[in-house]
């Protein structure tokens, strides 16, 4: 059994491909930014870490809005680096099971809270997929247990 006691998000990208400008953690869905509903999914893990670099500055204040208590750690190789640079700045000194997050991801809350019962109950890793609603998507192949 584990509780999710530890997020890190990666929230470092430019968002070119959307084409506005800003960081895609800020386009708003709803009235809130997606990063301000990621946080609010997370309201009952403790700790957050978050990695940061383009518009970092923004980024830090729309954060701290929703968790003034989490941590930012700043990739200053945003422009040249991946996701899981980010991930590995952000984790690191982290030894207890971690929550790796995108900050521009939109998860319903009771598929969330669903995802956090579950890991608290399942042993070793656990992966959260969803069914591709477009070509230009990351594609998962899960065998059958």
């Known amino acids: 059994m584990q509780t999710v006691d530890f997020a890190v998000i990666a929230a470092a990208g ?22 301000g509903h990621l946080l609010d999914r997370l309201s009952a893990v403790p700790n957050i870490h978050i990695s940061v670099g383009f518009m970092a500055d923004v980024v830090i204040e729309e954060a701290r809005r929703h968790r003034p208590d989490a941590v930012f750690v700043m990739n200053h190789a945003f422009r040249s680096t991946t996701t899981l640079t980010s991930y590995v700045l952000a984790a690191r000194g982290i ?15 009771a598929s969330f809270a669903e995802f956090l019962r579950k890991a608290e109950v399942t042993e070793g890793p656990l992966i959260a997929v969803t069914s591709a609603k477009t070509e230009h998507c990351v594609f998962v192949h899960v065998d059958a247990a």
């Open 95 to 109: 030894s207890r099971p971690v929550l790796y997050m995108d900050a521009d991801i939109y998860f319903a809350p």
């Open 14 to 35: 430019i968002g070119s491909r959307l084409g506005h400008g800003i960081p895609k953690c800020l386009m708003e869905v709803g009235g809130k930014t997606l990063l």
